[in-house]
């Protein structure tokens, strides 16, 4: 029967034959024929239409075959633009696909073969059994025309058959040249079409993102390189290096400078880095890239080729040696007025508490005095005065500074003068005038304490004529200990990152001195790991090993020692592979230290990489039962942190891992979770987080008890979260009789209150995709000093607290003028909302308010400008910013 397409009476004739046919099934049926015949009349009528055509296309005349296929193809492409349903045409063709995928294997090679070779690719959309890959498999054998006429979904599906198909060439190693060409027509309409991201799958996909480059403009060009970044994190080695090189060059080829920095530091290139500032040829631009490297810790010297005037390179130096830092700071702190010095009695507020607390903190012991003179230093870090320091004298014999100084004894009187350089942090001219006094002292504890100060003011801050080297360096060789260790901590603290071979020179050759004490080349071995951080340097490397080799039996015992497997790990930290070598070397150390170094080096080299494998390998050594007296769990817990913090993810995934083991690990690993816990959401008070610590912080266990206190300050380091601080005020009223107990609550408090609000630990910045190297080293150092609270913190160590001078910063957005001087203009802050691979211009904040600047920044906060006045000179407002007159702004009259 052939009812003529175009008359009506086909259309009601079959509708009279429906609905005689409808009684005569069973039940069951009734609904799907129900289903089936509920059609509307058009629908009806373009079903037998299609069935038409798909019978003509069988015909044995040409001219009738190619009217048929011509008139299909239109029905399909025609109704392939919604995607809520399946078209009616594919639809009314699924029970023809098996007739028309025979009748095509008997047919002679033609354009109508081609032009059904289409049809059916189209078809096999929703037809193709599991794993088939027929679309693609007729798309290749149809005509070369565009594809993107037929639908989204259907280009969405080749891809991915593309995908599957080029994963199995592969392994046979066929030639791919059909496909590629096919993959070039995709990512064009991708690209196009505002589908970046599936663009970027694909190529990923068949490993050829260099086509990428030639296909992005200056519409969609942001939007891919933030998916390329974003998608880094999650890709192992060394694909993520790849995606991020093309990243790159995109930013690169469109003068997006200020990301082309952020990407050339990620991959810790300096050749990169270099690129850029000779291919940029605007200085205000450049001064916004120095800020960049200041706060990332960088050392980097400019030369001629990347500036040119002197004068202008002397500018531009001074910014990456970080020296306007205290003015930016003590400006955001008059600001926001909070200048006024604060006392530890204002921080512990025992007025809170009822009775029996307040009254046993009036006896001076010096163990009481030394927590005052770190919370202290903590809370009035960077601003050059205080309650305790920096009173002025009422007497020419030095007056009440002196007082508070000898209020502590022996060893606390090292940490006391080293509180001056923390108070007076980054002002290095103000700090070294103020410091001096103490080297005329006939103490060594306080001539230690100032060479220790003098390290901490220029923690961060380098300058031409090198005032900490100058200092420091003859008192290395002193016979006294304390007095050499002070000298040591401090050039490790004003060097790091500096990868200086003049300090190296002087360093190295204690670390091989059979006479000096264990302490001594302990410190040295961290010192030259933090001057050194990330470098991989052998010499370094090849001393450090030859200092563990030499460790007699009982050395290898004394907590002290497990920092040279840290000083060690430190040289690669987050440097991957590169580690390997000496990891086998370490291999042949005293089966004491051996797992330990193992452990160390490995969660370093792999610090912030978020490899998933490292952290299940670490989780394996974890859930191993030992008997008494191993000592590697520690660092291994500690490196799942470490590895894990890169992404958010992962930060989740690792903080249940360690509730797991705190469920079942034993001792040794309870008293480092806390700590691990701490490393995760450092600056960053999660509340889950908060009360598994407030839970631990009374545990039975003091060790893990102290350790859950000391991460209740870290994770609310910076931020006066009144939460934490209400439960540290508690937990120095429940732990009034433990003398040790009672310190670590009060360095918590000093902690939590650190900079009075102002400064951070957070090693990562610029919306979490950096991580200063540096900042990250201070941090571990204390970490891995708290595995043994007792001898070390509560020892005569305490000083390595000052390690977390290498992680402040001041969490502040300051938007600068084109002269660099403070210019405040109205932002709104918000929590950070992530927009990657999403359409259109989502909002990038939540929630916000509108402050003018300087602004201080919580953990996951974004800020944007309010005002269109200016143009800011980086994407990311974090930091310095400078800010550039718009010229197309036009006040509203």
């Known amino acids: 029967m ?3 397409p175009n008359s009506s009476s086909a259309g009601g004739g079959t509708r009279e034959e429906a609905s005689t046919k409808v009684p005569s099934k069973d039940p069951k049926k009734k609904k799907d024929e129900k289903k089936e015949e509920d059609l509307s009349d058009e629908d009806i009528a373009l079903k037998q239409q299609l069935e038409l055509y798909v019978e003509r296309a069988q015909d044995a005349d040409p001219g009738v075959q190619k009217l048929a296929l011509e008139s299909m193809r239109q029905e399909i492409r025609t109704s392939t633009s919604s995607m809520t349903s399946v078209p009616k045409p594919l639809k009314f063709l ?3 696909y098996g007739t028309l995928k025979a009748y ?6 033609s354009d109508l073969k081609k032009l059904l070779a289409d049809i059916l690719s189209v078809l096999a959309l929703t037809m193709s059994a599991e794993g088939e890959r027929d679309s693609l498999k007729y ?4 005509s070369e025309g565009d594809i993107g006429s037929w639908g989204h979904e259907y280009v969405r599906n080749l891809a991915g058959e593309i995908a599957q198909e080029y994963g199995k060439r592969q392994s046979e190693e066929a030639p791919i040249d059909d496909l590629m060409e096919l993959v070039q027509q995709i990512v064009a309409f991708h690209m196009k ?11 990923m996909e068949v490993e050829d993102l260099d086509l990428l480059v030639e296909h992005v403009d200056s519409t969609n060009f942001k939007r891919t390189c933030l998916y390329l970044t974003s998608s880094a994190r999650y890709l192992p080695g060394p694909d993520d290096i790849l995606v991020l090189d093309i990243a790159y060059m995109i930013d690169l080829k469109f003068e997006e400078f200020t990301n082309a920095l952020q990407i050339a530091l990620f991959l810790d290139n300096m050749q990169y880095v270099k690129q850029i500032f000779t291919t940029c040829d605007d200085l205000l631009r450049k001064k916004q890239f120095c800020y960049m490297l200041a706060r990332h810790g960088t050392a980097f010297e400019l030369d001629d080729e990347m500036v040119a005037d002197d004068d202008d390179r002397e500018a531009l130096q001074d910014i990456i040696n970080n020296t306007k830092l205290s003015e930016g700071y003590l400006n955001l702190a008059r600001d926001i007025e909070v200048m006024e010095a604060k006392s530890p009695e204002d921080i512990y507020k025992a007025h809170l508490l009822d009775g029996r607390a307040s009254a046993g903190a009036s006896v001076d012991s010096a163990r009481q005095n030394l927590a005052a003179t770190f919370v202290n230093a903590f809370v009035n870090a960077g601003f050059c005065q205080d309650k305790l320091m920096t009173v002025p004298s009422e007497s020419s014999s030095g007056g009440s500074s002196g007082n508070w100084l000898f209020k502590n004894k022996e060893h606390g009187k090292t940490s006391a003068a080293a509180s001056l350089g923390m108070i007076l942090l980054w002002d290095v001219d103000a700090g070294l005038a103020q410091i001096d006094k103490y080297f005329h002292s006939n103490d060594n504890h306080v001539i230690a304490g100032a060479l220790l100060g003098v390290g901490i003011v220029n923690c961060g801050i380098k300058n031409d004529c090198d005032p900490a080297l100058a200092l420091l360096a003859d008192y290395i060789g002193k016979e ?3 007095i050499r260790i002070g000298a040591i901590m401090g050039l490790g603290l004003a060097y790091a990152g500096a990868q200086n071979e003049q300090i190296r020179s002087k360093l190295s050759p204690i670390l091989g001195d059979a006479k000096a004490p264990l302490d001594v080349i302990a410190f040295t071995a961290i010192s030259l790991g933090l001057i050194y951080v990330g470098s991989c340097n052998e010499e370094v490397a090849q001393a450090i090993i030859f200092a563990l080799m030499d460790r007699s039996e009982s050395e290898l015992g004394e907590p002290l020692t497990r920092l040279l497997p840290l000083g060690l790990g430190l040289l690669y930290l987050g440097k991957q592979e590169s580690v390997e070598a000496t990891a086998e070397v370490s291999k042949t150390f005293n089966e004491k230290i051996r797992k330990y170094c193992d452990m160390t080096l490995l969660s370093c080299a792999y610090a912030g990489t978020g490899n998933v494998l490292k952290v299940q390998n670490l989780l394996g050594h974890c859930a191993q039962h030992l008997e008494k007296g191993e000592t590697h769990q520690g660092p291994a817990v500690l490196g799942i942190a470490m590895v894990a913090m890169a992404e958010e993810l992962g930060l989740d995934m690792a903080i249940r891992s360690l509730e797991h083991l705190l469920q079942y690990g034993e001792q040794n690993i309870r008293r480092a979770v806390p700590l691990a816990l701490g490393l995760l959401c450092i600056s960053n008070p999660k509340v889950n987080v908060m009360d598994t610590l407030s839970r631990l912080s009374h545990d039975t266990d003091s060790d893990v008890a102290m350790a859950a206190v000391m991460s209740l300050g870290l994770i609310g380091a910076g931020t006066n979260n009144a939460r934490i601080a209400g439960m540290l005020r508690n937990l120095s009223s429940y732990y009034y009789k433990d003398a040790s107990l009672l310190f670590s609550v009060r360095i918590a408090q000093g902690l939590v209150h650190l900079g009075k609000g102002l400064l951070t630990l957070n090693p990562y910045h610029s919306e979490r995709f950096l991580l200063s190297p540096t900042a990250l080293a201070g941090i571990i150092t204390l970490l891995h000093a708290c595995l043994d609270m007792k001898t070390i913190i509560l020892g005569k160590y305490h000083y390595v607290l000052y ?6 910063q001041p969490r502040m957005l300051m938007t600068v003028d084109e002269n660099l001087k403070p210019l405040p203009v109205p932002v709104r802050v918000g929590q950070a909302v992530d927009v990657v691979g999403q359409a259109g211009r989502p909002k990038t904040i939540t929630g916000f308010q509108t402050h003018t600047t300087p602004v201080l920044l919580a953990a996951g906060d974004r800020a944007e400008l ?23 702004y036009r006040e509203d009259q």
């Open 193 to 203: 079409h505002n589908a970046e991201p599936e663009a970027v799958d694909l190529l």
């Open 104 to 109: 095509y294997e008997t047919m002679g090679d």
């Open 866 to 888: 309010a005002t269109e006045k200016y143009i800011p000179l980086s994407p990311i407002l974090e930091g310095f910013v400078i800010l550039k007159e718009n010229p197309e």
């Open 803 to 808: 390690f977390l001078v290498l992680a402040m």
């Open 480 to 482: 006294d200990a304390s």
């Open 139 to 142: 798309r290749l054998l149809g």
């Open 2 to 4: 052939s009812p003529d």
């Open 94 to 96: 699924r029970p023809h």
